[in-house]
């Protein structure tokens, strides 16, 4: 397993995680979504090949700013 670490901008409150948290663990190879809206930081499990970028596109599509830490 690896674990991917992003910085995101534009989580105001857990309304915000929760939606970035459906959303990626819906994707293939994603086991685990951790999203902290005061911190701003989002940390993906993954337990395959994932393409890194479906994961950052997906968090863009949902209107967030997403930057590698």
């Known amino acids: 397993m690896k ?6 901008y534009g989580m105001h409150c857990e309304g915000c995680e929760n939606r970035i ?8 190879g994603v086991t685990n979504v951790y999203a902290n809206f005061k911190d701003g930081i989002v940390i993906v499990t993954i337990d395959k090949n994932v393409n890194i970028n479906s994961i950052k596109e997906t968090i863009n599509d949902l209107g967030f700013e997403i930057k590698d830490n």
């Open 21 to 28: 948290k459906k959303a990626l663990n819906i994707l293939d």
């Open 3 to 8: 674990e991917l670490k992003f910085k995101v």
